[in-house]
């Protein structure tokens, strides 16, 4: 082999041994990348997991509540969030929120029938908020049993169906609060600014007056100012209302509280947890019904 041949070769030999290289820093990059794709799916599996252990921790936490006391109030351990609690590889943070401290929106409607007292302290509600009084019918007309709109600003299906895309009115209760997202009128500032003050349970339900807001106690006390229930709220941080008398006794002159619609307890909560593992991250929320000494049930339950 002359001089010039043995260059050529030693060329060759050296491209076949960078093409290796590069060949072998290819498999261990993609061995590494794969790896860390099977460790993140794995933190990812296990977070899911502590997400559901920690819903059961709420119920434990409401379950041993009701055995303690028939009243809720904001001074209970359920209304503190949970520092941040150790798990293998990372930590569980959550917090349990009293859903009858806001307005529910199904009691605007009652077995199909729209709720003329509800649908008008909802307007109070909307008032209070600064948020254009139509909404109202537009969401009950969404909640309602039939297809008539109402005669002010509502919406069913001849409206929706003009949308692109096209749907129909649900014309039953709300699932979700999310769901408002759908009905006319209720645009991205808007369901930012209720969401402090409104859920939407699977039933009618009175509205705890020692976790609501004072913008929530107006709505729902006939002849009650904002500033009327800002007093009373600060009242109940003092000493909280052990029944519903002691909360009327204390209404100002001309504020009257109607049957059934106020109350010291809660039936309803929303659990919101979340979770680190290592790299992975979950978020998920519950609502949970508590109805007897029993653990709460479980009415839904989503991954954020």
């Known amino acids: 082999m002359n001089t010039r041949e043995r260059g050529v070769a030693i060329v060759l030999a050296m491209g076949v041994v960078a093409l290796?290289?590069?060949?072998?820093?290819?498999?261990?990059?993609?061995?590494?990348?794969?790896?860390?794709?099977?460790?993140?799916?794995?933190?990812?599996?296990?977070?899911?997991?502590?997400?559901?252990?920690?819903?059961?921790?709420?119920?434990?936490?409401?379950?041993?509540?009701?055995?303690?006391?028939?009243?809720?109030?904001?001074?209970?351990?359920?209304?503190?969030k949970l520092p941040p609690l150790p798990v293998e590889n990372g930590e569980l943070?959550?917090?349990?929120?009293?859903?009858?401290?806001?307005?529910?929106?199904?009691?605007?409607?009652?077995?199909?029938?729209?709720?003329?007292?509800?649908?008008a302290h909802y307007r109070n509600l909307l008032a209070t908020l600064g948020l254009p009084d139509e909404l109202a019918d537009a969401l009950a007309d969404w909640i309602d049993a039939d297809s008539q709109p109402q005669p002010r600003d509502g919406a069913e299906d001849s409206y929706y169906l003009t949308l692109d895309p096209p749907y129909v009115a649900a014309n039953q209760p709300l699932i979700d609060v999310d769901e408002l997202a759908l009905v006319r009128g209720y645009d991205d500032n808007v369901r930012a600014r209720?969401?402090?003050?409104?859920?939407?349970?699977?039933?009618?339900?009175?509205?705890?007056?020692n976790t609501a807001p004072a913008e929530v106690i107006a709505a729902a006390v006939d002849g009650l100012d904002l500033g009327g229930a800002q007093l009373l709220v600060a009242q109940r941080d003092r000493a909280y209302y052990r029944s519903v008398d002691?909360?009327?006794?204390?209404?100002?002159?001309?504020?009257?509280?109607g049957s059934g619609d106020i109350s010291v307890s809660s039936d309803y909560f929303m659990a919101t947890l979340s979770v680190t593992i290592g790299g992975a991250q979950a978020r998920g929320k519950a609502l949970l019904a508590r109805h007897s000494l029993a653990w709460p049930d479980i009415i839904w339950r989503k991954v954020l």
């Open 93 to 119: 943070v959550g917090q349990i929120e009293d859903q009858q401290g806001k307005f529910n929106l199904n009691n605007l409607v009652v077995q199909g029938k729209i709720n003329i007292v509800q649908l």
């Open 246 to 257: 002691d909360f009327i006794r204390r209404l100002p002159r001309g504020a009257e509280a």
């Open 194 to 209: 209720l969401r402090p003050y409104v859920s939407a349970l699977p039933t009618a339900t009175p509205v705890n007056v």
């Open 20 to 80: 290796a290289a590069i060949a072998a820093a290819a498999i261990m990059v993609s061995q590494s990348t794969w790896a860390r794709q099977v460790e993140l799916t794995t933190d990812h599996i296990q977070a899911r997991a502590v997400l559901l252990a920690g819903a059961d921790w709420a119920r434990a936490v409401l379950a041993d509540d009701r055995r303690l006391s028939n009243v809720d109030h904001l001074g209970e351990p359920w209304a503190l």
